[in-house]
Structure formats: structure tokens, C-alpha cells
């Protein structure tokens, strides 16, 4: 059974928008290399790279799907939050 931990999904897409590990650590406020580990371990579940790590940085097929399926999984918690704060209000 594959469990994808939050976190590695978080920093995966931190990557992605901020272009770079060094400002994706910098804003998720760890270290560098401990988003490495966060990376390495989530495509260790996974199974297969997520990036391909040149400059600039990619996505590698795998890499693809996975971004897809985790801004879903972003939007359905934002959804499931707006929905808890009205329903609490």
C-alpha cells in the first residue's frame, strides 16, 4: 500500500511553484536538504523520480501526473476547510 505523506506532497509543490529547492525550503521555513529528504522519500513511495534536477528545474513524466493529482488534492482541502469555517461560524 502506497501512503503519501502531506508533507512530501507540500514541499514537491513548493518546488514546483517557487522554481527552485532553496526557495521552496526557505518559505516551507526548513533547511534545504531537509526538503531533499522530503522529496527523496515521497518518490521512494512513489516509486519513480518526480524531478529531473537541472536547471531549470522538471518534471519527469511520473513528476506530471503527480502535480496534477496533488492540486486537486489542494483544492479539495481548501474546499473541505471553507466548508468546516461555515459551518463552525
Do not use: C, Q, W
Request: net charge positive; glycine share 6%.
Amino acid at each position: 500500500m502506497m501512503v503519501i505523506e502531506p508533507k512530501g506532497i507540500n514541499g514537491f509543490l513548493a518546488i514546483i511553484e517557487h522554481g527552485n529547492f532553496a526557495l521552496a525550503a526557505k518559505m516551507l521555513g526548513i533547511t534545504t536538504s531537509a526538503l531533499s529528504i522530503r522529496v527523496s522519500t515521497l518518490e521512494r513511495v512513489v516509486g519513480d523520480k518526480l524531478l529531473i534536477r537541472s536547471r531549470p528545474l522538471a518534471l519527469t513524466e511520473t513528476g506530471e501526473i503527480i502535480y496534477h493529482h496533488a492540486m486537486k488534492l489542494r483544492e479539495l482541502e481548501k474546499s473541505l476547510k471553507e466548508k468546516i469555517e461555515k459551518i463552525a461560524s
